[in-house]
């Protein structure tokens, strides 16, 4: 199974934007998310894209967050603004739902500090 490759994490002030990209996203057949993990938490879905396009978001990040695909460059995108310091974690992508056994990728760390 292909791993996918995350990118665009780094340190921010609150308020600030980060945009993260997936690289190895499955084709558009499949819907994917952004999912993150904090320390000592379960890792949690906060947004989807399904292969028509539809979106959804966890009421955490509605209204800040938005995702979107490259069909043609099987990449996903989250846009994030506004950030908080209760969205620092380890961002990660895959297909939604998740298979069986899904693969995944190291994700990228995002940190929001003042």
């Known amino acids: 199974q292909v791993q996918p490759v995350e990118s665009g994490g780094g340190e921010v002030q609150p308020g600030g934007s980060l945009k993260l990209t997936c690289v190895g996203a499955k084709s558009s057949l499949y819907g994917m998310g952004w999912f993150r993990q904090a320390p000592g938490k379960q890792r949690e879905l906060v947004a989807s894209?399904?292969?028509?396009?539809?979106?959804l978001y966890s009421d955490s990040v509605k209204g800040r967050f938005t995702i979107s695909r490259d069909n043609t460059k099987k990449v996903l995108y989250l846009q994030m603004n506004s950030l908080k310091p209760e969205d620092t974690a380890v961002y990660y992508c895959?297909?939604?739902?998740?298979?069986?056994?899904?693969?995944w990728g190291q994700g990228t760390q995002v940190t929001v500090s003042s």
């Open positions: 894209i399904t292969n028509g396009g539809g979106t």
């Open positions: 895959n297909t939604v739902p998740l298979t069986p056994d899904p693969s």
